[in-house]
């Protein structure tokens, strides 16, 4: 069920053309849309998600019958996936004040839903982990990395299929549609990766709120593309005051890069700090080359000792 392939084209200033663009990218067919409903909707009976699906009834009822105004208690979950809300204004400058309260919009199939999960896997920036074959494959300047220069490919990349998976993505035309005006009002921002014949090969994009960072989603179509724009977009990050990065859940690739898993109310707790501090307002734009991210040490001397030790 693989949504209209990404072009890999710089993303030019919104428009009318990029209305158009988006229209025809941001898109799926009507087979694709039942073949969604039908695999979101075996994930939602799927084991002990079946089990919230009162209080996600409840909820969806209540919202029915009466708005609440504002947003949802991020601490007030209806059901274990983390449910608190249904989205009634997706709008650039509430989804934002979502993300510093520690809230995000999911959903396969029905309304968008709010999530507050119980635990977050974050990474603090001076505990990301670089692999040595990492730092040398950075070094050996195949790729480039840009920044919020094509959104559009790089979502609807992450929105594609992935091998030996079954398409179910919450990365919906609906969802697409929502961070692109997030990323025109500039809240939203995409990390490119670029091989040596300019093709976009891997990348991601998330939200930025004050100096938190999420991540939403990630690609790679050639091995460690995604880790290298990810390592390039985490040194920015650091430069610029950011806290933390919050990844959601826990995926192998994050956990790799020094990602970990907290209690939602420490991330709260670190997210008041970080959601607090200026941020970096604006398009942005690399800073840096490759070779100066791969001999980065984050955490200085001594974790870059332990992280030799466990290699």
Known sequence: MPLSPAVATPCPDAGADADARRRALFRESPAQRLQRI????????KGP???????????????????????????????PFGVCGIVDDASPATLTAAYGRGLFPFAHVGPLKWISPTERCILLLDELHIAKRLRRQMRQGRYSVTFDRDFEGVITACAGRRAGRWHLTWIT???MRLYAEAFDAGHVH???????????????????AGGAFFTESQFSHEPNTSKIGFTVLHWHLAQWGFLLDDGKWPTPTILDMGFRTVPRSEFRALLADAAARPGKPGRWSVETDLATVAAWQPGGTAKAEKDKDAE
């Open 38 to 45: 039908a695999l979101g909707t075996a994930w939602s009976l």
């Open 173 to 175: 035309p609906r969802i």
């Open 190 to 208: 995409s990390f490119e990766v670029w091989n040596e014949a300019g093709e976009l090969v891997g990348g991601g994009y998330g939200v930025a």
């Open 49 to 79: 998600r079946a089990k919230g699906l009162p209080g996600l009834a409840r909820l969806w009822a209540r919202d029915l019958l009466g708005r609440p105004a504002g947003l949802p208690d991020p601490d007030r979950t209806v059901n």
